[in-house]
């Protein structure tokens, strides 16, 4: 008998060692660090003059990108080009946004979601951010030439994607950021090539600093928010609505009714329009943004945005009408 | 060759944009490059562009020797030219076997023709519709290529039926021309309907975006 408990014990304090340590695992890469460092890129990020130039890599296509930042008299700016082909981009100061592109009207928005998940990352309040994803500390990595720590930021559900940051370890400023599905298959990746950091604001910021006075008048943003006939009975959680809207898709094509939602870093609109009549693509993915299509006749629900495909299945379907 | 490789043949000779390196590494492999040289014959013969250099009288011609030099058809040919000298009989029956082959060629570019026309249709029709399953699609980069479904249920019924009776004319069922035209027709009218779906569908696409900017936080 105490031979059996002799056997009996070993493996069960070998057992009891094991969950021990994953334990202090699960201790030493916790949010609390995470939530730090992450703050801490937020805060480099937005208070440091630099210019980083990094390749968006998306649906097998490769896109090099100047971003760069900051501090004038005016306040904070940051300015985002395309170096590929004609001129196009956009620039932030304060809460407007600047769109521009070469041989067409530039047009300013103010109080409007940022455009690139990437900015978003650094720029939006990242208790907002925190609700929805977990940031966990996942390493250390040489990026662009430099040391940088590597967050992870877990979406708490599957409804929408994680996100890999990399941070420069000496400045704190954001390096890169890959998307990640749940079963961690890369989804999109935003690449550093080099980042300068500088004392003063580079041309690009100068420039902008310099020209306000030409600034577009900035559109209405939205518009009051419409209410329908139907809802969605699975929204994932964090996500509320910012958008609602009737109106005609186009020049000559038919009435939508339209609704957006976010999380801060993730957005998706549901269109409800009359059947298309053709279903040959029912799907289609672009990059981390993909479109689900549901039929209920007369009706057609679209989901479209930066979710998973299963999560714009499960939202089209929880489609409820009148 | 793999139904992805397939598919991105197909796409290209219906005039769907594939970009060089794509195309290179597609035609890298041996098996694929014999389809498109076919598919390019068949297409080179659709639009009238066969190269100069081909021959057809004389291709028919050494044809007709050589099926004439069958024994059998020997055989027949002497029976029917018993009163006649042998040289005339000869030439009698080139020239009718190179009618014969003349006629043959034309029936199969016309088969090619409705042949493409049955592939493209099934082609452009194929893949699972139904909304529960996540078809093989892509709608790729900035709305620059759209990869349609593979192509499924591939059963085609013969569209010509001829039979040469060595004089040059044709008996049993001929009908490649109307077939043709209706086939066209149809597949005119499924474009149509899956260029107005993609339309819409990349309408869809652009407005969440345009909305996106400009939606308040």
């Given at each position: 008998m105490r031979t059996l408990l002799k056997y009996l014990a070993v493996p069960l304090l070998a057992g009891m060692s094991v969950l021990a340590a994953a334990g202090d695992f699960e201790l030493s890469a916790d949010s609390a660090g995470g939530s730090e460092l992450f703050a801490n890129m937020q805060k480099a990020s937005a208070s440091k003059n630099y210019e980083l130039l990094f390749t968006r890599v998306s649906a097998g296509q490769i896109e090099p990108v100047s971003f760069s930042h900051g501090i004038t008299e005016a306040g904070s700016i940051s300015h985002w080009l395309f170096l590929d082909g004609e001129p196009s981009g956009y620039f932030t100061k304060g809460d407007l946004i600047v769109y521009f592109a070469y041989g067409t009207e530039p047009f300013a928005v103010r109080n409007a979601l940022l455009p690139s998940v990437f900015v978003r990352l650094m720029q939006v309040p990242a208790e907002k951010i925190l609700k929805s994803y977990t940031p966990y500390i996942a390493g250390e990595k040489r990026i662009a030439g430099r040391l940088s720590r590597e967050i992870r930021l877990s979406a708490v559900d599957n409804s929408r994607y994680s996100y890999i940051l990399h941070v420069d370890s000496k400045t704190d400023i954001l390096l890169g950021a890959e998307v990640v599905s749940h079963n961690n298959n890369l989804v999109e990746s935003f690449n550093a090539v080099d980042l300068a950091v500088l004392d003063t604001p580079n041309a690009k910021v100068q420039n902008v600093e310099n020209a306000s006075e030409s600034f577009p008048v900035p559109v209405e943003n939205g518009g009051k928010p419409e209410r329908f006939s139907w809802n969605l009975q699975e929204i994932p959680s964090g996500f509320e609505p910012v958008f609602s809207q009737r109106y005609a898709?186009?020049?000559g094509l038919d009435m939508v009714e339209h609704v957006v939602y976010s999380d801060g870093i993730a957005d998706f609109s549901v269109y409800r329009i009359?059947?298309?009549?053709?279903?040959?693509?029912?799907v289609v993915r672009q990059g981390r943004t993909n479109l689900y299509r549901h039929q209920v006749p007369p009706y057609e629900i679209i989901a479209v945005g930066d979710l998973p495909l299963e999560a714009e299945k499960r939202i089209a379907e929880s489609y409820r009408g009148g | 060759m793999t139904k992805e490789q397939q598919e991105l043949l197909s796409a290209y000779f219906d005039g769907m944009p594939v970009d060089d390196m794509t195309l290179e590494c597609l035609l890298s492999d041996e098996e694929v490059m014999k389809e498109f040289a076919a598919m390019s014959e068949i297409r080179a013969g659709i639009r009238n562009e066969i190269p100069e250099g081909v021959d057809f009288d004389a291709l028919s011609e050494a044809v007709a020797l050589e099926v004439s030099r069958e024994p059998a058809l020997q055989q027949r040919a002497a029976n029917d030219t018993d009163a006649v000298p042998h040289d005339e009989a000869e030439k009698a029956s080139r020239k009718r076997f190179s009618r014969m082959w003349h006629d043959l060629g034309q029936i199969a570019v016309a088969a090619g023709v409705a042949c493409f026309c049955v592939f493209g249709v099934q082609f452009w029709n194929?893949?699972?519709?139904?909304?529960g399953k996540f078809a093989e699609q892509s709608y790729l980069g900035h709305r620059q290529r759209v990869t349609a479904a593979p192509v499924t249920n591939t059963s085609v019924s013969p569209v010509v039926t001829a039979i040469p009776d060595g004089s040059g004319k044709l008996t049993g069922s001929y009908n490649t021309k109307s077939q043709y035209y209706r086939e066209a027709g149809e597949l005119e009218k499924l474009k149509e309907k899956k260029n107005r779906e993609l339309n819409t569908l990349d309408a869809i696409l652009n407005d969440h975006e345009r909305v996106l900017r400009t939606v308040g936080m």
């Open positions: 898709l186009g020049d009359p059947l298309i009549g053709n279903m040959d693509f029912p | 194929g893949g699972d519709s139904s909304s």
